[in-house]
Each structure stands twice: as C-alpha cells, then as structure tokens.
C-alpha cells in the first residue's frame, strides 16, 4: 500500500491480523514513523533522531485524528501533522518487504508521479524522473545526506545499503529549492534505513536474506544490530552480495546485459540526556561502500553492444542534534566519493580508450530553528564542494596523475530563512533560499516558496503552494564532447516556478487525494540531435521554455483481508522546440501513467500482492539502422506470493508476468518473465 500523505504526515502502520501485514486488527495499534520529508520547510531529519509514539484506541472514526497533534521533526523546523502543507508519497517498511521488487529502484516504479527508465534490471542502471523532469533534477538523499552525482544522473541510485535496510521511502513531488538549491528543481527522493531502538530498549538481532531466479540470478544479504539496554551507544551492520548473468547477448554471443555487486553499510548512534539539565544531544553517523560491474550492452550507442561500466561509491556522514530549551540546532557534515569507469568495447582499451572518472562531494550543513510569539522560525547555511578529475570532463589539469588528465572544481554557498504561523487549522510556511555557485562565477540569486494549507473538519485538508528552484549543469553536460556527442561549458543554471493545490480526504476505510500544478521552466538542459544534419552528433544545449500542466490522483480502500489502490498521473508540456530536434532526455516524458495494486491476506500467513502498472511516453528514439520509432504504450504485471511467520518469510516473485516486450530507452530492450524465489530469517541475540 503506498500512501500519498501530508507533508509532515506519520506513517499509520495497523497491527496485523493473523499475522498478515495487511489486515487492520479490531484493536487500532498505531505507531507514529516520523516523516523525514514532511515538514512544511521540505527540510529533511536525521532517521535517528525521531521520536516515536504509540497510541492504542478503539477502532472508531476519530481515533486515527488523534495524531493530527503529534510533533513531525524536520532539519529545520518540525509541525504537528494537522499543521503540516503540501503531500508526500511514502513507501512503508512493509509495502517495501511485501513488494515484488528486487532493488530499491524497482520499488518507486508503483509510485505515479514518478518515472522510473531502466537500462538494466536488478539496479544496474536506473534514471528517475518527477513530474516529466529528468534524473539530473532530481535531489537523492540517504537518512537526510545528499548524495547526488555531479558527474552524472546515471549513476543518482547507486545506494551503499540493501533493500532490507530500507525504513522507508519518501517522494516529494515539486520543487524544493528553499532548502536544497542547486539540485531539487522537481523534487527530492529520500531513502531512510532503519532507525536503532531507543534508549532503554533491547534490540539485539541478527537478520538473513537469500534469493535467486531466472538469468542466473542470486542475491544474499545480511545485518546484525547491536543496542545493549540503558546503553547510549546503538550499531547496525549490514552487507550484501548480487549477480546475475543477463537476459540478452550482443551479436558475437557473448553475454552483454550480466551483473555482479556488494554492498557494505555500517550506521550507529549516541545519545546524551542528563537529569539536571534541559540540554539534550545526539551524534548519528553512517559509513557505505556499493560497488558493482554490468554490461551495458547498448546503453549509451546503439553501434556498439559490448559496453561495460565499473562503479565504485563511499558514502560517509556525521550528524549532530543539540536541544536547549526553545533553541534547536542541527549541524551535519558529509563526505561521497564515486568512481566510474566506462568500457564502449568491453576489456578492449587498445581498441577504444575506456573513460574514467573520480569525483569527491565535500558539505556542511547548519540549521537552527527557535520558538518565540509570533510562531517559528528557521535558518541556516550550507556549504557544498564538488569537484572531479577524469579522462574527458573538465578542464586541463596542471598536475596530471594516473588516469585522470582534466578535472574541474566548483562550490555552492546557500542562506536559508523561514518562519511559519501556526494555527489551530490554518498554517503559513513562507521563506526563501539564497544560491551562489562558483562555477562561471554566478551571482547569489534569490528563490522564495510559501506553502499554506487549511483542515475542514476531521476529514479534509486543502493545500495550496509556490515554490521555484535551480538546477546546476553536471559535469557531463559540461564537457561531455567524444563519441559524437558535443557539450557547451558555458550552459546555464536551470529555474523552475511551480504551482500546486490539492485536497485530501482519509476516513478508516478510504483515502482519496488529488492535486493539479503547473511549472513554468526555463534554460532546461538536454542532449538533442538535428536530424536535418548530414552527420547529426547530440549536442548539450538549454531549452528556452518548458511548461507543464499535471493532474494527479489516488485512491485506497482498506478492510480486514483486502487492500486495493489505484493512481492515476497525467502530464502535458508545451516545448518550444523545433519539430526536427531529436531529444534524450526532456523532449520524452510520460503523457498517462496508471498503477493499481492488490494486498490479499489469503489464509493465515499466506500473502498475494498484484501490482500493475500502465505507461505511454512521450517521444522517439532513433534505431541502429536510422528509422525513427514512437514509445508505444505498455503494462507490466508482477506478482508475490509469500508465507510469513514472526521468525521467517518464503516467498515467490514474479516480474512481467506476461513477458511484454517494451523498452524505457531507444534500443535498449527489457526483460520478460522474470521469477525468483527466496527466504527470510531472523534471529535473536
């Protein structure tokens, strides 16, 4: 079940039945899981600094509304959840557990408003969009930590932790520049790993994981937690292994679409509370190592089959909290590093030099928030340095070294203010960010927001919002010039204006929420081609305008043995682009996009989930023999069948059940039937 939510909305996870993970037992248990996402700020918390409450109700109309004044916690300022404006998709811990999905790439194909193009399965590649943007404006985040690329959106969704780490999944819809500026110009997708208990609780566990499948599929995994009683220290570790072999071959028989990776993820806790003051503190910290080796057969040219592509990714963060009385204080600092290595024709350097690529994320973020007369209020800074060294990006490095010849530098500076009136029904979030990118020596520009929204009874909720954003170029945009591709340093940042209403209803049995926007952009950046041209190359350049209208809609029915939803997103842009401009990215979007899904609790401990999903895109893609091809129209359905007890889950996946060929990008085919099998199981330390 995926619950399109209020910003600042807990997760309602109901006790199961039977041990079904979908049933609502007839005494309401509710856990309030505090959204990172959900704030009227946008701003994102750190996981392991948010509370947790337990009400037990009967089961009555108004019990779920008892919530609507629990605290949410932000990085910049935290709201009651009947306060809280805007909306939020949030995949649950056991949505996630219960899906028929293999990565975390995989799961956020059920959420509408987002469009989700493989290259490959399992998450070799995947470029996510929302609301018709591409993976390039989007910002990702682990536990609140900016992760993006500068290099490239290709390689957003390499993530560091296993599927079975995953807390939960948040998806802000829209632009939220008054908080993360140069990267979140559609919207921001934040991946929360599962928090450590609390103080005073015993949480010692051991956690294992084993599948394998069609195509040679095996994948195994395993995490440990560590949080001894009355102890300020808590500690998780995890790790993971995956290969499969492929689903196709190139024209000389070789394997050409195969897989192999690991993951390591470490993450810990240390909270200080005193009796005799009202100071309080927390330090959280994570430390990740991905790595992983695909063939990507024809990802990047349809001429040459045996591509082959090498990543290696660090992800490191420190996070503070520090509480005296109406004084909030939340510094972080982070440190990614990423690796890449691209193969055109796989093993053969002599033959075609391969391209490598290394770059190191540098930031610092400081935010504050304080309570005083006239309602809340938040600001703070960030720092942010990217920089590269590689074979082909950037400029000519005065010290080369190994393999890296050119590179290129360049840091962001950002102020943030915010204040909020807060309401028994009504709340007004307003404030703005201020940018400053050294990279061709940009000016500090302004992008304000405000969100407002109003509760009518207990049932209803209108909203309404303005907020604009930026994008900087990647590096790749930059100077991405060989293999017929020609880039332009001197692209300029992207800017979006956004505006949104919308309205949501929730009773026991049924929620129904919808929302229409429209974005105003310009200087979009995209790869096109001049298809008049004798000897077309694809060429960096920026649109002048791009405008897009959207309507957005979810149903959900709930009872004891049934779950059903279904959600509909319908978009429409207005270019202007000459109609023989050929595009990679921005000219193709997705006009209609349906998904429904079915939870059946069957028997006890035996599970069925259905999901379905529909899609028709916008655009063309030009083949290997030079005829130009409309997306066509296509559905996927998948399927998990899984016997579930306290202690061990068996269960049985099923992806495209019925083997429909389609592709997300021109000329790179998906897979069909795909099955796999696995168990689930976890001890007590």
């Given at each position: 079940?995926?619950?399109?939510?209020?910003?600042?909305?807990?997760?309602v996870?109901?006790?199961?039945f039977?041990?079904?993970?979908?049933?609502?037992?007839r005494?309401?248990?509710?856990?309030?899981n505090?959204?990172?996402?959900?704030?009227?700020?946008?701003?994102?918390?750190?996981?392991?600094?948010?509370?947790?409450?337990?009400?037990?109700?009967?089961?009555q109309?108004?019990?779920?509304y008892?919530?609507?004044?629990?605290?949410?916690?932000?990085?910049?300022?935290?709201?009651?959840?009947?306060?809280?404006?805007?909306?939020?998709?949030?995949l649950?811990?056991?949505?996630?557990?219960?899906?028929?999905?293999?990565?975390?790439?995989?799961?956020?194909?059920?959420?509408?408003?987002?469009?989700?193009?493989?290259?490959?399965?399992?998450?070799?590649?995947?470029?996510?969009g929302?609301?018709?943007?591409?993976?390039?404006?989007?910002?990702?985040?682990?536990?609140?930590i900016?992760?993006?690329?500068p290099?490239?959106?290709?390689?957003?969704?390499?993530?560091?932790?296993?599927?079975?780490d995953?807390?939960?999944?948040?998806?802000?819809?829209?632009?939220?520049?008054?908080?993360?500026?140069?990267?979140?110009?559609?919207?921001?997708?934040?991946?929360?790993?599962?928090?450590?208990?609390?103080?005073?609780?015993?949480?010692?566990?051991?956690?294992?994981?084993?599948e394998?499948?069609?195509?040679?599929?095996?994948?195994?995994?395993?995490?440990?937690?560590l949080?001894?009683?009355?102890?300020?220290?808590?500690?998780?570790?995890?790790?993971?292994?995956?290969?499969?072999?492929?689903?196709?071959?190139?024209k000389?028989?070789?394997?050409?679409?195969?897989?192999?990776g690991?993951?390591?993820?470490?993450q810990?806790?240390?909270?200080?509370?005193?009796?005799?003051?009202?100071?309080?503190?927390?330090?959280?910290?994570?430390?990740?190592?991905s790595?992983?080796?695909?063939?990507?057969?024809?990802?990047?040219?349809?001429?040459?089959?045996?591509?082959?592509?090498?990543?290696?990714?660090?992800?490191?963060?420190?996070?503070?909290?520090v509480?005296?009385?109406?004084?909030?204080?939340?510094?972080?600092?982070?440190?990614?590093?990423n690796?890449?290595?691209?193969?055109?024709?796989?093993?053969?350097?002599e033959?075609?030099?391969?391209?490598?690529?290394?770059?190191?994320?540098?930031?610092?973020?400081?935010?504050?928030?304080?309570?005083?007369?006239?309602?809340?209020?938040?600001?703070?800074?960030?720092?942010?340095?990217?920089?590269?060294?590689?074979?082909?990006l950037?400029?000519?490095l005065?010290?080369?070294?190994?393999?890296?010849?050119?590179?290129?530098?360049?840091?962001?500076?950002?102020?943030?203010?915010?204040?909020?009136?807060?309401?028994?029904?009504?709340?007004?979030?307003?404030?703005?960010?201020?940018?400053?990118?050294?990279?061709?020596?940009?000016?500090?520009?302004?992008?304000?927001?405000?969100?407002?929204?109003?509760?009518?009874?207990?049932?209803?909720?209108?909203?309404?919002?303005?907020?604009?954003?930026?994008?900087?170029p990647?590096?790749?945009?930059?100077?991405?010039?060989?293999?017929g591709?020609?880039?332009?340093?001197?692209?300029?940042?992207?800017?979006?204006?956004?505006?949104?209403?919308?309205?949501?209803?929730?009773?026991?049995?049924?929620?129904?929420?919808?929302?229409?926007?429209?974005?105003?952009?310009?200087?979009?950046?995209?790869?096109?081609m001049?298809?008049?041209?004798?000897?077309?190359?694809?060429?960096?350049?920026?649109?002048?305008?791009?405008?897009?209208?959207?309507?957005?809609?979810?149903?959900?029915?709930?009872?004891?043995?049934?779950?059903?939803q279904?959600?509909?997103?319908?978009?429409?842009?207005?270019?202007?682009?000459?109609?023989?401009?050929?595009?990679?990215?921005?000219?193709?979007?997705?006009?209609?996009?349906?998904?429904?899904?079915?939870?059946?609790?069957v028997?006890?401990?035996?599970?069925?989930?259905?999901?379905?999903?529909?899609?028709?895109?916008?655009?063309s893609y030009?083949?290997?023999?030079?005829?130009?091809?409309?997306?066509?129209?296509?559905?996927?359905v998948?399927?998990?069948?899984?016997?579930?007890?306290?202690?061990?889950?068996?269960?049985?996946?099923?992806?495209?059940?019925?083997?429909?060929?389609?592709?997300?990008?021109?000329?790179?085919?998906?897979?069909?039937?795909?099955?796999?099998a696995?168990?689930?199981?976890?001890?007590?330390?």
């Open positions: 079940m995926r619950k399109n939510i209020q910003k600042g909305q807990a997760a996870r109901f006790k199961h039977q041990n079904s993970p979908y049933a609502v037992f005494s309401l248990k509710v856990q309030v505090i959204g990172v996402l959900a704030v009227a700020s946008l701003a994102f918390a750190n996981p392991d600094s948010l509370s947790a409450q337990t009400v037990t109700t009967p089961m109309p108004e019990a779920q008892e919530l609507e004044e629990v605290e949410v916690t932000g990085n910049r300022v935290p709201l009651t959840l009947g306060q809280a404006a805007r909306m939020v998709t949030v649950s811990r056991d949505e996630i557990q219960a899906a028929p999905v293999q990565s975390i790439n995989d799961l956020l194909k059920y959420a509408v408003g987002v469009d989700v193009r493989q290259r490959g399965p399992i998450g070799a590649q995947t470029d996510i929302i609301r018709g943007g591409t993976s390039e404006q989007i910002t990702i985040l682990l536990n609140g900016n992760i993006c690329d290099q490239t959106g290709h390689n957003a969704f390499d993530f560091p932790c296993d599927i079975s995953i807390e939960r999944i948040e998806v802000l819809e829209g632009p939220a520049g008054r908080v993360y500026g140069t990267s979140s110009l559609m919207g921001a997708i934040n991946i929360v790993t599962t928090s450590s208990p609390k103080l005073g609780e015993v949480r010692k566990g051991l956690n294992f994981r084993m394998g499948g069609s195509f040679g599929y095996l994948s195994a995994g395993g995490r440990v937690s949080k001894p009683q009355q102890s300020p220290l808590t500690s998780q570790l995890s790790a993971s292994y995956t290969r499969s072999d492929g689903y196709s071959r190139s000389a028989g070789s394997l050409n679409s195969d897989y192999s690991g993951k390591v993820f470490y810990g806790r240390y909270t200080l509370t005193s009796n005799h003051s009202p100071l309080t503190s927390m330090i959280s910290w994570h430390a990740g190592l790595t992983k080796g695909f063939g990507s057969n024809t990802f990047y040219s349809a001429k040459f089959d045996e591509q082959f592509e090498k990543t290696v990714k660090l992800n490191t963060a420190l996070q503070g909290e509480t005296a009385g109406n004084w909030h204080f939340r510094p972080a600092i982070y440190w990614n590093r690796h890449d290595r691209f193969e055109l024709i796989r093993g053969s350097e033959k075609v030099p391969f391209n490598y690529h290394r770059t190191d994320v540098f930031g610092v973020n400081l935010n504050s928030y304080f309570d005083w007369l006239l309602g809340r209020t938040a600001f703070g800074a960030e720092f942010r340095n990217e920089d590269i060294v590689s074979t082909n950037g400029e000519e005065s010290d080369p070294f190994s393999h890296y010849k050119v590179g290129l530098n360049r840091s962001n500076l950002s102020f943030h203010l915010e204040h909020n009136i807060l309401l028994k029904r009504f709340t007004l979030s307003a404030g703005f960010i201020a940018v400053k990118n050294t990279w061709n020596e940009m000016p500090f520009k302004v992008y304000p927001g405000i969100d407002v929204s109003y509760r009518i009874g207990t049932n209803w909720k209108i909203y309404a919002s303005y907020n604009s954003s930026l994008r900087m990647s590096f790749t945009e930059l100077y991405y010039s060989v293999g591709h020609q880039a332009d340093k001197h692209l300029r940042p992207e800017e979006l204006h956004a505006l949104e209403g919308g309205v949501k209803f929730q009773s026991n049995i049924f929620q129904l929420s919808a929302s229409v926007f429209h974005h105003h952009a310009r200087n979009m950046i995209d790869w096109v001049d298809t008049r041209e004798t000897d077309p190359v694809w060429q960096s350049v920026n649109h002048t305008k791009v405008n897009t209208i959207g309507f957005e809609t979810t149903a959900n029915v709930q009872c004891s043995m049934l779950n059903v279904c959600s509909y997103c319908y978009l429409h842009q207005d270019k202007d682009v000459e109609d023989y401009l050929q595009s990679q990215y921005s000219l193709e979007y997705l006009r209609h996009k349906l998904t429904a899904s079915l939870l059946l609790h028997i006890k401990h035996l599970d069925l989930n259905v999901k379905y999903r529909f899609q028709d895109r916008m655009g030009t083949t290997i023999d030079g005829e130009v091809c409309d997306y066509h129209p296509y559905s996927v998948d399927m998990r069948l899984s016997w579930n007890t306290d202690t061990y889950s068996i269960y049985l996946e099923g992806n495209n059940l019925t083997s429909k060929r389609y592709v997300d990008y021109g000329n790179v085919p998906q897979p069909g039937c795909w099955f796999v696995g168990m689930k199981v976890q001890f007590s330390l």
